[in-house]
C-alpha cells in the first residue's frame, strides 16, 4: 500500500484524464492507483511508430511516484516512447458480469492509465538501482543472488521512466445492473470471478535435485514489493 508516498495523496484530474462516461467508477487516490499497478507487473504501452498508433504490452515497475518499463534498445516501442507522448495501461479482470439481457453485460475490473512524456534512465548507478528494483519487486532478495550484469548487457537494455502525474484509474464491482424489471425473468445472472492462480514452479535440467527452493520462488505471489520513496 502507498504509505509515505512523496507526493498529495490524490491524482489532479486533467481534462485528459477526466472521466466523461461511468464517473463514479472513476479514481484518483495514489492508494488505489498504485494498488492496481504493483498488483500485476503486465502493462500496455500506447505510442505512435510513423504516426500510427501501437500498444505494445510488457512489463512494468513502480519505485514512489514514477513508473518504469525496460525493453531492448533496439526495441521500436522504446525508441518510439521516447520523449513522446505514450499512454500506459494497466488493466485487471476480476470478473465477468452476466445480466439478464445482453445490454447490460459487463465486466468486473480495475484499470490505470498513466499518460506522460517518457524519459531515458541513463545514468548507470540509478539504471541499475532500478533494475535491480524490478527484480527484487517481483523476487524479493533475488537480485543479489544473481550474476551481475554485464556492461554489453547493460548497453543492450533502455529503462524508461515517467511521473505517475496524470493519471486515473476505474473500477467496477459488483452484481449486474439490470433494466428495471429484468430482475424478475427467470434467468441466472450474476458474476463469474477471475483470478490468476500461481502455479508449482518448475525447475530447469541445470537445477540439482537437493537445490533448496527460494523462498521468493515458494512464496511467490503476483504482486509487486515497491519501494515508496525514491
Ligand atoms: C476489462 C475491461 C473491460 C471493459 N469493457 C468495456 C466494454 O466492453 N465496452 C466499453 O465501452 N467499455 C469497456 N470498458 C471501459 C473502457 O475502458 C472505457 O472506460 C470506456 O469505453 C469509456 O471510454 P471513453 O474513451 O468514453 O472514456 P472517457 O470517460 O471519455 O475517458 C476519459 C478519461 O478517463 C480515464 N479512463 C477512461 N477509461 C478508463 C479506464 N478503463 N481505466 C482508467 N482510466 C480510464 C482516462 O484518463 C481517459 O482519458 C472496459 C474496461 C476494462 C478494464
Not at 517518457?118 to 524490478?134: G, N, T, Y
Not at 467496477?172 to 425473468?185: F, I, M, N, T, Y
Not at 470471478?193 to 505471489?221: E, K, M, W
Amino acid at each position: 500500500m502507498a504509505t509515505g508516498n512523496s507526493r498529495a495523496d490524490r491524482i489532479k484530474q486533467t481534462p485528459l484524464t477526466r472521466l466523461r462516461r461511468a464517473r463514479k467508477r472513476g479514481v484518483f487516490d495514489r492508494e488505489t492507483v498504485y494498488a492496481i499497478v504493483d498488483a500485476t507487473p503486465i502493462c500496455h504501452v500506447g505510442h505512435l511508430i510513423e504516426g500510427r498508433p501501437v500498444v505494445t504490452p510488457t512489463c512494468h515497475w513502480r519505485s514512489g511516484d514514477h513508473i518504469y518499463w525496460h525493453g531492448s534498445r533496439a526495441s521500436r516501442m522504446m525508441q518510439a516512447s521516447l520523449d513522446a507522448a505514450v499512454c500506459l495501461t494497466v488493466t485487471h479482470l476480476d470478473g465477468l458480469v452476466l445480466a439478464r439481457s445482453g445490454f447490460h453485460h459487463s465486466a468486473n475490473y480495475r484499470s490505470a492509465m498513466i499518460f506522460g512524456e517518457p524519459q531515458i534512465v541513463d545514468d548507470p548507478e540509478l539504471k541499475m538501482a532500478s533494475l535491480e528494483r524490478f527484480v527484487d519487486g517481483l523476487f524479493p532478495g533475488r537480485w543479489e543472488t544473481l550474476r551481475p550484469p554485464t556492461r554489453k548487457e547493460m548497453n543492450a537494455t533502455t529503462v524508461l521512466t515517467m511521473p505517475i502525474e496524470e493519471a486515473s484509474a476505474k473500477v467496477r464491482s459488483g452484481p449486474p445492473k439490470e433494466a428495471p424489471g429484468d430482475e424478475l425473468l427467470s434467468i441466472w445472472a450474476g458474476e463469474i470471478p477471475l483470478t490468476i492462480a500461481v502455479d508449482t514452479p518448475v525447475p530447469d535440467r541445470f537445477v540439482a535435485d537437493d537445490q533448496p527452493l527460494p523462498a521468493h520462488v515458494s512464496g511467490y505471489g503476483l504482486a509487486q514489493q515497491t519501494i515508496e520513496n525514491e
